[in-house]
């Protein structure tokens, strides 16, 4: 099984930077391997990625040495499962509020004795053809890593006991969502905001955990969120794409005015 070159970066205090993709093809996983992201996250929440088109986006990954992982939009070890058989190396799960909901990821994330992950000769066990199960078992448990979203109010209240939940490797801080639950309809460019995530990073680095968010407010807002311990840093590669053509455009006075 290939090694979770992230997950040993972030392990050893280092900060990971990876890309939500929601255009699905493999050729933009290949462009952000090549780019020099650490990681890439198929988007199976808020983008379309399916099982079937992951697979093709994942031997992108592997053959340009990014890590693949997958948001996925339910916390149901059925659904989890299928996403990691496919060779995803680690599962980010949206709308984490308690340690129940905690416990639950890191479970359906691991096989057993440490979880309840159905084992076959999956595509990460290449295909159970090439090496021993328990050996398999022992490096995917080590390798996938465990990514829970704390994203409301709720789960910043709770943040303490999922913080607790042995097997999380990075708690990612959903802005949008924190806005949205904060009765500010998304903004999280309020102080109110902004306050709250800064708040939850130092609790998450305090309890020794790897916090991670998205990259706002360009280089210089990713460097202060760096500088506040956040380990796993997440730009969007259509939006730095998006910020680049529309500077380019600016600068040569060119192009047209989209409506
Ligand atoms: C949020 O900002 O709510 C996220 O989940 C990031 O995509
Ligand atoms: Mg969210």
Do not use: W
């Amino acid at each position: 099984m290939l090694k979770n070159e992230t997950k040993a970066k972030i392990k050893a205090g280092g900060v990971a930077v990876g890309t939500f993709l929601n255009v699905n093809h493999p050729r933009l996983v290949e462009l952000c391997g090549y780019t020099g992201y650490d990681f890439a996250i198929f988007d199976a929440e808020h983008g379309p990625a399916d099982y079937e088109v992951v697979e093709g986006l994942v031997r992108a990954a592997e053959l340009t040495g990014i890590t693949p992982l997958v948001r996925i939009a339910q916390n149901v070890p059925q659904v989890i499962l299928r996403y990691l058989d496919e060779g995803c190396l680690g599962a980010q799960i949206p709308m984490v509020n308690t340690r129940a909901d905690a416990e639950a990821v890191v479970k359906a994330c691991k096989y057993p004795p440490a979880g309840i992950r159905g084992l076959a000769g999956v595509r990460p066990a290449r295909y159970g053809v090439m090496e021993p199960m328990p050996q398999y078992v022992d490096q995917a448990n080590e390798e996938v890593m465990v990514i829970v979203q704390a994203e409301t109010m709720q789960a910043a209240n709770n943040l303490a006991e999922i913080l607790a939940v042995p097997g999380i490797d990075v708690i990612f801080i959903g802005p949008t969502d924190l806005a949205s639950s904060m009765g500010y309809k998304g903004d999280f460019n309020r102080p109110e905001v902004q306050d709250q995530l800064f708040k939850m990073i130092k609790q998450i680095r305090d309890a020794g955990v790897a916090p991670g968010t998205l990259a706002l407010g360009g280089v210089a807002g990713s460097k202060n969120l760096v500088d506040a311990g956040v380990q796993y840093l997440v730009p969007s590669a259509t939006g730095l794409m998006v910020a680049a053509g529309r500077q380019f455009l600016k600068d040569i006075g060119l192009g047209r005015k989209p409506e």
